[in-house]
């Protein structure tokens, strides 16, 4: 079945450092979402990428898709303590429509 | 307007007995989601709710899992015969139909077994 891979698992950074996260599937994706989970939360969407090759940017977060749709990044410019959490990317492949699968997610610190 | 709701927060019960988590969602959403999420882990999918389709329940993890949606709104998932290995968050989301659309969580059900 389709997987959806996630790295690093683990990061920490210091405040004002920039970070990213990768994911990549198995499978070519239709779509890939990405959500942020807070400590103690539930994840929370944050954006959809549909086309290949696209990129997004919300303030300091800039998503991108690759060209084969079968990875997607994030990166967080100059983190924040606010950007503390675990961000996971969710892909929809062909034969896994309405059903995303998400990968494991990448928890980050950022130290003041 | 009202987001997803789950009850109870927090279950804790003796291996063994049966438990019943309820999702309510979001008004006018008809795809309904439950995931399971053990600390620290990401979310593995349970089962998927559409409109009046079939569910998938591919991600059941074996037949002591069950779930229904009745009236195609609120849903149950019921885990009978429960195993320590059960204690996780369990968490429902729902949306619009559609491959495309957002996924809105509830704030889950921590469930502890003991």
């Known amino acids: 079945g389709q997987q959806v891979m996630q790295i690093p698992q683990y990061q920490h950074v210091q405040e004002g450092e920039d970070f990213t996260t990768y994911c990549n599937s198995s499978?070519?994706?239709?779509?890939i979402q990405w959500y942020k989970q807070r400590p103690g939360g539930h994840p929370v969407f944050l954006i959809q990428?549909?086309?290949?090759?696209e990129v997004k940017k919300q303030k300091r977060l800039t998503f991108q898709f690759g060209e084969a749709k079968k990875n997607s990044s994030l990166h967080i410019t100059a983190t924040q303590t606010t950007d503390v959490g675990t961000y996971f990317c969710?892909?929809?492949?062909?034969?896994?429509?309405?059903?995303?699968?998400f990968g494991q997610g990448t928890i980050l610190t950022v130290h003041p | 307007g009202a987001g997803v709701s789950q009850s109870p927060s927090n279950k804790v019960t003796e291996k063994g007995k049966d438990v019943e988590l309820r999702c309510d969602p979001i008004?006018?959403?008809?795809?309904l989601y439950w995931y399971r999420q053990s600390l620290g882990q990401g979310l593995e999918f349970l089962i998927y709710?559409?409109?009046?389709?079939?569910?998938?329940k591919s991600g059941l993890p074996s037949d002591r899992f069950s779930a229904e949606r009745t009236g195609g709104s609120v849903s149950t998932l019921t885990i009978q015969r429960t195993q320590q290995e059960d204690s996780a968050v369990y968490l429902c989301?729902?949306?619009?139909?559609?491959?495309?659309?957002?996924?809105?969580f509830g704030d889950g059900t921590r469930l502890s077994i003991l």
């Open positions: 969710a892909g929809i492949g062909g034969t896994s429509y309405g059903k995303l699968t």
């Open positions: 709710f559409q409109g009046n389709s079939a569910p998938d």
């Open positions: 008004s006018g959403h008809t795809a």
């Open positions: 990428l549909v086309k290949s090759g």
């Open positions: 499978t070519t994706l239709s779509n």
């Open positions: 989301a729902s949306s619009f139909p559609g491959a495309a659309q957002p996924q809105h």
